[in-house]
């Protein structure tokens, strides 16, 4: 489906608001061609186009965006379950769809099928209770210890392992019925360590205000292990000739059926010895990004769960695009991210057999030389029309190509192209180009080259040179299935196995590599680096560790749903490493100098201060030195002029505890002929510790009298776009974050810092996780904040 007319989109829109979509979603709908077909295939075959219950049209709606394509001869059996309501929940459709990926094409027994489903079965509200005071018993003591910091998605999971055809709203209700019977209200503790959503829930924030994605919390639900990781659940190298991998039907009504033979699989398992090979392509013309630590975890992990091995393949197709800069910073950042790759390997190293084989393409009629100019092509792709030099003799397309690769002939005068089917419904079967013309010198094949395979034309034929045996990859490849197995089938080769799943999508930023690049080349960032970006070189320079890169993505799991992750639930994982891992410190921002009266000028105390908060008294290590004297430093905005009862800071009068320190209590305040500058505060200790204050406030002090205390330079980071999602914005460089980075080339810090190395982390207290910068001197450090303390992350949008 190419294109729906206005006429055609009002009618389908009527189509699928009687099945119960509501507005938004039907409209969202319509802007995806490819999903609307679908749609309204199932409708027609589901015999529902006068409207059916919501919940059944919610049903119908997930066959539409999630039925395996190997199986399609049984989506009318499924919908008429469906529709029957013997299949009724998400738990049964989601089986349904496991059954008949391993099922594909071929014929299935009936009880099979309802038992694998649970049809039939039906699941009282009295069984879920039951179920569920069992779960609450057996983890009783765990509850009872963690209060509301209980993880509920275990809870949730072991009822889903016992009942898995069990109602999940009734489930939950009766969780959050036993937890609260259990633990009562809660508490002020429990409140404090509550996460963001939370806290969003008790106070009744309004809802948030951009609708068209679905956002992930911030404080992540341990989804259970299947949800986490499907590709746990994928077929063994040897049963890769049982499966179809999929059907591409023809504009003359036939269709391909694509899957391996037992001789090609045999001769694979030959070479491999059955073992998991996977492969992470990145194209090395940029940084990458958080999307690909996604990407890194499905390939590497896949191959590392199975005892198999994983390629670090260079996509480099191309050579205008690609840099050895890139190249070098990708196996950097892959072993950062702590993965080690079986073999690194380029496309270009297999551009002779790639040559090849588009030879032979040539000599079994599949493939001819097109002289059409770009424009042409997607005229004639528009119109669904054949290239005038689609049926040229093949001796002719070989001489040309032959005249193609020695030059002969001016870039952009021709191409190769794959002879698929330009009437198809599916535009990645319209003839798509398999080498162009390039008179440019390849960064790691140097000028051999003059022709450059296309990425379609190459990268199902590497994957099966290199005998992957899984190809994973983010779902907008799904409709180049057809083009994938058509190009393997039509030259005999081995075929993979191939799943698609949902990009990481991050809030508040692009990743986008030509957004990317266009912020990077015109300096609206500095460099692939900028801890702005959400490359990750960014955040390894602003401080961020590889294994809470993992850890995020390994909770928001790895699924086929798109979702727009919000940016916080990336900081809940950053707070839960740093947390442990960073030591204390104190630094203050802006200073506001404090003259303590009754303490002698030129006295010098060294106080103990905690490295860690549960620092034991006998270790050592787990203290640092702090320099106490007369004259010390507390933030400016820890002061007032006026008091009152919900603040906590100092004011005229009024006492705060120095944190490993003494009270303080502010007897005056020096103010500049201007009667409202404040130069600074006189104030008496209390070396007694007699007095008890609310108030603890970090600080930093002269270390010897008149010195000033270590200078440092401090990068405040928030978010880079005011928007949750500014790539669906036209303008999207208007929607930048003026005050992305904020700069604090004063601050003051605690001597003990000056010995920090680049790239140690540390905990400010009150004030947030920081790292050192490499733009650090001998003469001056330089912190970026990494993460605040806690999430000051808007919840209404912008």
Known sequence: MVG????????????????????????????????????????????????????????????????PTNALVHRPTLLLYIVSSKIKTPAQLEAAFSFFASTGSENFEVDEFEEACGVGVEVSSEDIELTVNEVFEENKNTILELRYRTNVGDLFAHVRKRLPWADPKIVKQLIDARMYELLGERTAADIEKLSKKKEKKEKKEKPEKDEDKKFANDAPVQLPEEDLFPISNFPPPEENYKQVHTEIPFSDGSVLICCNTK??????????????????????????????????????????????????????????????EYIDHIEEIVQWMGWEPFKITYTSDYFQELYELAVELIRRGHAYVDHQTPEEIKEYREKKMNSPWRDRPIAESLKLFEDMRNGRIEEGKATLRMKQDMQNDNFNMYDLI?????????????????????????????????????????????????????????????QPYVWEYSRLNVSNTVMSKRKLNFLVTNKYVDGWDDPCLMTLAGLRRRGVTSTSINAFVQGIGISRSDSLIRLDRLEYHIREELNKT????????????????????????????????????????????????????????????????????????????????????CTEVILSDDKETILHIRAEYDPSKKTKPKGVLHWVAEPSPGVNPLRVEVRLFEKLFNSENPAELDDWLSDLNPDSKVVIPEAYAEPSLHSAAVGDRFQFERLGYFAVDKDSTPEKLVFNRTVTLKDSFPKGGK
């Open 434 to 494: 398999a080498y162009r013309i390039k008179f440019t010198p390849h960064p790691h094949a140097g000028d051999k080259w003059c022709i450059y395979p296309s990425y379609d034309y190459a990268h199902c034929i590497v994957d099966s040179i290199e005998n992957i045996t899984h190809s994973l990859c983010t779902l907008e490849f799904e409709t180049r299935r057809a083009s994938y197995f058509w190009l393997l089938h039509a030259l005999g080769l081995y």
């Open 263 to 324: 001789e090609v699989l045999d001769k694979h398992l030959e070479v491999t010895g059955g073992n998991v090979l996977t492969r992470f392509p990145p194209e090395p013309n940029g940084y990458l990004h958080i999307g690909h630590a996604k990407a890194m975890f499905v390939d590497f992990g896949l191959a590392k769960e199975r005892g198999g091995y994983c390629y670090l393949r260079y996509d480099d197709t191309n050579p205008e695009a690609e840099k050895k």
């Open 582 to 665: 960073a030591p204390r410190t104190m630094v203050v921002l802006n200073p506001l100098k404090v003259v303590i009266t009754n303490m002698e000028s030129g006295t010098i105390m060294h106080l103990d201060a905690k490295r860690w908060p549960d620092a034991q008294a006998d270790d050592a290590s787990a203290f640092y030195k702090v320099p106490f004297s007369n004259v010390v430093y507390i933030e400016h905005s820890d002061f007032r002029m006026k008091d009152s009862k919900d603040y906590y800071g100092l004011a005229p009068g009024k006492s705060v505890l120095l944190r490993y320190a003494f009270p303080i209590k």
């Open 4 to 67: 729906v007319s206005k006429g055609d989109k009002s009618e389908i829109l009527e189509l699928f608001l009687k099945i119960g979509l509501d507005d938004r979603t039907a409209k969202n709908t319509i802007a995806n061609n490819k999903v609307t077909a679908n749609l309204t295939a199932v409708i027609h075959e589901a015999a529902v186009t006068d409207g059916c219950e919501r919940r059944i049209g919610n049903l119908l709606y997930t066959v539409a965006t999630k039925y």
